[in-house]
């Protein structure tokens, strides 16, 4: 225990020795409170205690910090004017330094308003916390002020605790109409936030209260899902169902060690293992998710690249989960979790797209259901990685969108039990159609039967053969009808050199994704490429090589850019690239950049002769160069000409964005 003890003077028992005792003590008293209300600048930033309130929160806009890398620096230190100068304002609602390893001080003013003392308590809300050093003035038995420290942390054991309670809490001692300065000293393996706020003993009871019905309503919801999930299980006998009981389970331990009540309830004696806990069970978090939405979305229907990458979150995530209780720091681990979450969050959304334009209507709400949890783990890691400031959503968005995430995955598992049902009658219907065709058979049979029976088995016989033959000569008329059809559609529709869209299916595709980039509010573009000097090529090499010059150049476009993009080939050597889904205009030159790189090689036509070529790309960006792919497709060609007299071998854009 710390003590700063203040100045007295003994007692005399004549009248000048009281008088000079009394005089000693008003400047003794005077001189503590000079020296515990903290440096004179701090007055300004004093946070007010006015008697008509009972919690003050987010005291962040009044707090200062100070790292000390070495961990060296003691209260007098601190309090030093050559130390004290050098503390900055803590920035944003709560003091958030992200991961880092070093010791931090942080220091406030408070002013008590004239009238009854108040007892103030000063709650620490973030459990993880490795150790918490509390310096705060305190009343001693002679009635002098000193400076006492204590401690918490979640390396302690929790009997060790001022106050029991799942958060930290220290009581303050601050009488009417004085000015203290509380001081703190922080320390954490895993990200060190400090949120801090003032609670009197009303506001005490009221935040006990709220937070013990909160934590109910969210544990107990979590309780119920878990249960209700795990009968279904027991009676479909499905895995989905039990990956998701275990899904919820972690998540229920994971916040229980996140907020501070598996400490209070399960291990209160286990320091050790509850610094590690909750890293554990948050990666076995990641893992069942993932493995959760792998059976749900089944993912192996979407391909074998998939299926490994979900695979990869699950086994990277239970590594994770086995190396927190092994000799590896904890540190490691901690700063592990933030990108373990991001991408296994990332692996899910990507699955349910694919599982929803598959046609799979469960994967819709599954989506819907993870966005809330995606977004509050997004916010959680970010913090984490001090991108963004600690706030009520960084720090608890997590737990809320994980109670709304499972009540919609309740959801969405219901749904899948009336898509299977749906399955099912549709099975049984195909099978009673063929049992039905089946009979008819049957009864075809038995009449042809019937006949032979009347000596007309070669009549049977003859007729057969001849419809055979007139079924032959009908399916050799369709087949060929079908393949004119295809190649008069391919034609219409296609290059006949390249195999590329030509124009008409190029306005096509550009409909439907205006419509889409409506719906996604993203943007569309158009890049018309032009290759320079094609006309030296058929020149020099031929118009065969030239030719074999522009299927390759086709079929190189067609492997290096994204499959959700159109290559269209309008004619000679001018092609257009119909770009979608861009969050901004300027990202269209990233396309344009690409197209250029490809060119930066010779490009090979037969297997014993190369290419080299350059091109001009010009681009139009919907809405800025207008509104019709002609108009656009004018625009584009217009700033490709430009771009040809720059030098070739670059882009312009019509329009230039913004941002580019």
Excluded at 13 to 28: K, M, P, V, Y
Excluded at 259 to 273: I, K, T
Excluded at 326 to 332: A, L
Excluded at 417 to 435: D, V, W
Aim: hydrophobic residues 50%; aromatic residues 10%; proline residues 4%.
């Amino acid at each position: 225990m710390l003590m700063l003890s203040l100045p007295s003077v003994p007692a005399s028992r004549g009248a000048a020795a009281r008088l000079t005792a009394s005089f000693f003590r008003a400047l003794a008293s005077a001189m503590a409170v000079l020296a515990l209300a903290g440096p004179a600048w701090a007055d300004g930033d004093a946070i007010d205690l006015p008697n008509s309130v009972t919690k003050i929160d987010e005291l962040g806009a009044k707090v200062f910090y100070l790292h000390d890398p070495e961990g060296t620096l003691t209260l007098d230190d601190v309090m030093a004017p050559a130390v004290a100068t050098r503390f900055a304002r803590v920035e944003g609602r709560y003091p958030n330094f992200g991961f880092t390893r070093n010791w931090v001080w942080l220091r406030f003013t408070v002013q008590s308003p004239p009238g009854p003392d108040r007892a103030w308590t000063l709650e620490i809300d973030y459990p993880p916390l490795d150790v918490i050093e509390v310096y705060a003035p305190m009343h001693d038995t002679d009635g002098a002020m000193h400076y006492r420290m204590r401690k918490g942390g979640d390396l302690l054991p929790y009997a060790a605790r001022e106050i029991r309670s799942h958060n930290y809490l220290f009581a303050l001692d601050l009488p009417q109409n004085s000015v203290q300065t509380i001081y703190l000293r922080v320390r954490s393996e895993s990200a060190v936030t400090v949120p801090l706020r003032l609670l009197s003993r009303s506001g005490l009871e009221n935040a006990r209260w709220s937070e013990s019905f909160q934590l109910a309503l969210f544990f107990g919801a979590l309780m119920a899902l878990g249960a209700f999930n795990l009968l279904l299980w027991f009676t479909l006998r499905n895995c989905s169902y039990l990956y998701y009981v275990a899904f919820v389970a972690m998540t229920a331990m994971a916040y229980s060690c996140y907020n501070g009540l598996a400490y209070q309830y399960f291990w209160p004696e286990a320091q050790a293992w509850n610094n590690r806990a909750p890293m554990f069970f948050g990666f076995l978090t990641i893992a069942t998710g993932a493995l959760f939405g792998r059976s749900f979305l089944r993912v192996w229907e979407h391909g074998r690249r998939y299926d490994m990458v979900a695979m990869a979150v699950i086994g990277v995530s239970l590594l994770l989960a086995a190396a927190t209780v092994s000799p590896m720091p904890y540190w490691v681990s901690a700063r592990c979790f933030p990108f373990l979450a991001i991408a296994g969050s990332v692996n899910l959304i990507v699955n349910s797209i694919h599982a929803i334009r598959r046609g799979y209507r469960p994967a819709r709400v599954f989506l819907l259901a993870w966005a809330a949890l995606i977004a509050g783990l997004i916010a959680f890691a970010l913090r984490g990685l001090e991108i963004l400031p600690g706030n009520f959503f960084t720090i608890y968005g997590v737990q809320v969108g994980s109670l709304v995430e499972a009540l919609l995955l309740s959801q969405a598992l219901a749904q899948r039990i009336h898509t299977m049902r749906e399955e099912k009658e549709a099975a049984q219907q195909g099978a009673l159609q063929a049992k039905e065709s089946a009979l008819q058979v049957k009864e075809q049979a038995l009449e042809a039967s019937r006949l032979a029976e009347h000596d007309l088995e070669s009549m049977v016989a003859e007729r057969v053969q001849e419809l055979a033959r007139v079924n032959r000569t009908l399916e050799a008329e369709i087949f060929e009808r079908k393949r004119a059809e295809e190649l008069l559609r391919r034609l219409a529709y296609h290059d006949a050199l390249t195999g590329l869209p030509n124009r008409t299916l190029l306005k096509d595709r550009f409909n439907m994704a205006v419509s889409a980039a409506r719906r996604n509010e993203t943007n569309v573009a158009l890049l018309v490429i032009d290759l320079d000097n094609f006309k030296e090529v058929n020149e020099e090499h031929g118009h065969d090589v030239g030719d074999d010059l522009l299927v390759s150049f086709a079929k190189i476009l067609q492997t290096r850019l994204r499959e959700m993009d159109t290559i269209a080939r309008l004619g000679g050597d001018e092609f257009v690239v119909l770009v979608n889904d861009l969050a901004i205009p300027c990202e269209a030159a990233r396309v344009a950049e690409k197209v250029l790189s490809i060119l930066n090689e010779p490009i090979r036509v037969t297997a014993n002769q190369s290419v080299q070529i350059s091109a001009s790309i010009g681009i139009a960006v919907y809405g800025d160069d207008g509104t019709e792919v002609d108009a656009m497709l004018k625009r584009a060609e217009a700033s490709m000409y430009l771009a040809k007299k720059a030098g070739r071998g670059v882009y312009r854009f019509a329009t230039i964005p913004a941002g580019a």
